[in-house]
């Protein structure tokens, strides 16, 4: 029996990978808090309202178009997620396409959304859609991919037989763990493509720009000091201005 869960609560680590991005800053662009107790007062508890459960898609979760389709006023139905224990599936795999118009075909997967357990097979399970549509303007039809779930809609193909197969993980002699396909015993590599992210096609050919770090030397110099006084005050002490007056009392009732 196939246990399901109700959409996802975070990123998952292949999308935080591809995006060369610190988490806490991903966490912070899809989050959605709609009321939190102020921080300025620490004798109240650490409480807040936010998005507990997020509907992830093909779009990236720090763009405006995630946090737009999971605005609060928009009411899609439940989309319930199959939980997968170990994710085996990467950018560059050669995978066969098991169900729909282009069962049979094979292609290479061109992006991942694991959140979803979506793969992307270019060029293949394709649909048409129109963008970009209003009165005046009849839109323009495109050809998109349409994402397959990875436990049911393809399989990954073994390199020796070039047919689907099943596979598992296990060790090799020098401690390394790889993907093994179960019909020819032979090793399924994980493709290099993996290693692409939004800042590099590879580890190796990937230099950190330090020139637009902020250094020390660059920081800017704190040239004022706060003080309780008026700009009265102050341009009274730049112009050796003494107040001898003797102010007249006042009187409250």
Same mark, same amino acid.
């Given at each position: 029996?196939?246990?399901?869960?109700?959409?996802?609560?975070?990123?998952?680590?292949?999308?935080?990978? /591809?995006?060369?991005?610190?988490?806490?800053?991903?966490?912070?662009?899809?989050?959605?808090?709609?009321?939190?107790?102020?921080?300025? /007062?620490?004798?109240?508890?650490?409480?807040?309202?936010?998005? =507990?459960?997020?509907?992830?898609?093909?779009?990236?979760?720090?763009?405006?178009?995630?946090?737009?389709?999971?605005? #609060?006023?928009?009411?899609? @139905? @439940?989309?319930?997620?199959?939980?997968?224990?170990?994710?085996?599936?990467?950018?560059? !795999?050669?995978?066969?396409?098991?169900?729909?118009? !282009?069962?049979?075909?094979?292609?290479?997967?061109?992006?991942?959304?694991?959140? #979803?357990?979506?793969?992307?097979?270019?060029?293949?399970?394709?649909?048409?859609?129109?963008?970009?549509?209003?009165?005046?303007?009849?839109?323009?039809?495109?050809?998109?991919?349409?994402?397959?779930?990875?436990?049911?809609?393809?399989?990954?193909? &073994?390199?020796?037989?070039? =047919?689907?197969?099943?596979?598992?993980?296990?060790?090799?002699?020098?401690?390394?763990?790889?993907?093994?396909?179960?019909?020819?015993? $032979?090793?399924?590599?994980?493709?290099?493509?993996?290693?692409?992210?939004? !800042?590099?096609?590879?580890?190796?050919?990937?230099?950190?720009?330090?020139?637009?770090?902020?250094?020390? &030397?660059?920081?800017?110099?704190?040239?004022?000091?706060? @003080?309780?006084?008026?700009?009265?005050? &102050?341009?009274?002490?730049?112009?050796?201005?003494?107040? &001898? $007056?003797?102010?007249?009392?006042? /009187?409250? /009732?």
């Amino acid at each position: 029996m196939r246990i399901f869960t109700f959409l996802s609560k975070k990123v998952g680590d292949l999308t935080v990978k /591809y995006s060369n991005l610190p988490e806490s800053f991903i966490k912070r662009s899809y989050e959605q808090v709609y009321w939190k107790n102020p921080s300025k /007062y620490p004798q109240y508890p650490t409480a807040q309202i936010a998005r =507990k459960k997020f509907r992830f898609t093909t779009n990236r979760p720090w763009t405006a178009q995630f946090r737009m389709q999971n605005d #609060r006023n928009v009411h899609r @139905k @439940k989309v319930f997620v199959e939980p997968v224990g170990e994710w085996s599936f990467f950018k560059g !795999d050669r995978v066969e396409i098991m169900v729909g118009k !282009d069962k049979g075909k094979q292609g290479i997967v061109c992006q991942v959304i694991q959140e #979803r357990n979506w793969v992307i097979v270019e060029g293949l399970n394709t649909h048409l859609r129109v963008v970009g549509k209003d009165k005046k303007f009849p839109g323009i039809t495109i050809q998109s991919e349409a994402p397959l779930l990875v436990t049911t809609g393809v399989k990954l193909v &073994d390199p020796e037989t070039l =047919k689907p197969t099943d596979f598992e993980w296990r060790y090799t002699e020098e401690g390394d763990k790889v993907r093994v396909s179960l019909a020819s015993s $032979r090793i399924i590599p994980i493709p290099k493509t993996a290693e692409e992210t939004m !800042d590099f096609k590879s580890k190796e050919l990937y230099v950190e720009n330090v020139d637009k770090d902020t250094t020390s &030397d660059t920081v800017a110099k704190v040239t004022f000091a706060p @003080k309780l006084r008026t700009f009265e005050m &102050d341009i009274m002490e730049e112009m050796g201005i003494k107040e &001898d $007056r003797v102010p007249a009392k006042s /009187y409250w /009732y």
